[in-house]
């Protein structure tokens, strides 16, 4: 494997003083099939703290969104710990404590932007009039003020998906989960995304886990990487990644940028 010498001091693992947000620990999943056991994720350990930006890359069928899912709440886990911590004097629910974003953004093609972003708010129950107030707030966060009243149909691909952000973003959840949010975009769209991915992650102080197939892109958005084999998935490796912040694309042509791609071809055998 290369070693990143080249790279700044890593940060720790363990804070001092700190808890951490999420806590997994040999996490595994199976599924029956056709009566035999399908082995998904297979001892998974990373502690994840409020406000990382942790990226999550593997091939394909190795388990990341399988791991979204055990975070969201959609899916049990049947072996391991995963604990996840809410903030004082409540239980986190992930309901209310998880916005959402996938690889397509699903909006609602006879809503407008405003009220697909406040979709949550109708779903969970929450005062309209707050939560108008937030989605404005938060459209003008994503680039797209000005933009409520428009028809998804009027919008590119790339304003689509700062709209799904602003919409995972208006129930002000402490988690944001993204599957592939940036798969459907051309190359170009797609470093513009991870640029906006990056400043709205640093406005809106929430924790990020994002899972892609790319690992350059895995590099510059995460503040830590967990590398997943090939299925049935472990966990390679979960390191820090110490670039400099704010993050340009011009990190791109750095030996410290080239040297993390580099890590992450030998774990997964492609180097």
Known sequence: M???AETPQAVPMHRDGEQPFIHIQGLRKSYR??????VALSNVTLDIYAGDMVSLVGPSGCGKSTLLKILSGLHAHDGGTLEIRAGAGRHFNPGRD??????????????NILDNVMLPADILGLTRSAARVRALELLDMVGLGGQGKKMPYEL??????????????????SLVLMDEPFGALDALTREKMNLEMLRIWEQSHKTFVVVTHSIQEA?????????????????ADFFPITLPAPRTLHV???PEF????????DLLGVA
């Open 33 to 38: 099939k056709k009566g035999e056991e399908s």
């Open 156 to 173: 590119s691909g790339g304003m689509q998906q700062r709209a799904a952000i602003a919409r995972a973003l208006l129930h002000d959840p």
């Open 219 to 235: 590099v510059f958005l995460g503040t830590h990487c967990a590398v997943l084999t090939a299925g049935p998935a472990r966990m």
């Open 98 to 111: 998880v916005g959402m974003v996938f690889q397509q953004p699903l909006l609602l093609k006879w809503r």
């Open 2 to 4: 290369n070693e990143i």
């Open 252 to 254: 791109k042509a750095t």
């Open 258 to 265: 080239t040297a993390y791609v580099s890590r992450i071809y």
